[in-house]
């Protein structure tokens, strides 16, 4: 069962227009999400996060919204740019005991930012 | 200050044979991971480990084996290798989360192809 859920697996945008990546998780344990970016053949890159007691961090072109009760997030880009243009990744931790916290993962949204 | 290295980058083994990956990081991290990637399937845990000399299963650990004998290293090993374990391998590492950071730092992948 998917506990971490990204239901569109591919999103094209025009440049210097907004793009909203969407994710939504099932397990109300989850305290902490963040966003991670990967191009081809790297590893991914932490992009932003933000915790359960917060409903928005931003920084700078990047904002993460949260939705507690709707369990949903949402990453907002503004301006997009062709750099952008990656597979986007939420992720989502709690906490698995033995002092271990451990993400999981959506299985990704790929951007296409069009000059 | 090179932050996670993976060793090989790339490797093609034959049904039956054996193989280790090597995870280095140079970050002093307590915490390090092994994830599979599949297309269209995100990143999965396989093992993980909160320090040196422990080690724990993740989502998906059958037919993988682990060791954290360095504080730095954390070796994936595969004993007898199956197609199902074609794949690109990441490994990860975290600081211990003082101020709640639970954000993982990855490796550029092993992709590996067992025929």
């Given at each position: 069962d998917q506990q971490v859920k990204q239901n569109s697996p591919s999103l094209s945008v025009q440049e210097g227009r907004i793009s909203i990546l969407n994710c939504d998780y099932t397990n109300s344990m989850f305290d902490y999400f963040l966003w991670y970016k990967k191009y081809p053949a790297e590893g991914p890159t932490f992009l932003i996060s933000i915790s359960s007691i917060k409903d928005k961090n931003e920084d700078g072109r990047f904002t993460v919204f949260l939705n507690k009760s709707a369990k949903h997030l949402s990453l907002h880009i503004?301006?997009?740019?062709?750099?952008?243009s990656a597979v986007y990744f939420c992720a989502a931790s709690a906490y698995s005991g033995a002092g271990s916290y451990q993400l999981t993962f959506g299985k990704g949204t790929k951007l296409s930012v069009i000059p | 200050n090179a932050g996670v290295t993976q060793t090989p980058k790339f490797r093609v083994l034959k049904t039956g044979q054996s193989m280790t990956l090597l995870c280095a990081q140079d970050?002093?991290?307590?915490y390090m991971y092994w994830y599979r990637q599949d297309p269209g399937m995100g990143l999965r845990l396989i093992h993980y480990s909160v320090g040196e000399g422990t080690t724990a299963k993740g989502e998906v650990p059958d037919g993988y084996n682990v060791s954290r004998?360095?504080?730095q290293n954390f070796l994936l090993g595969l004993e007898s290798a199956a197609p199902s374990q074609t794949s690109v391998y990441f490994c990860a590492s975290r600081a211990l989360g003082a101020g709640g950071s639970y954000e993982q730092y990855f490796g550029p992948g092993t992709r590996l192809t067992v025929t």
């Open positions: 503004v301006p997009s740019q062709p750099g952008d | 970050m002093n991290h307590e004998l360095k504080k």
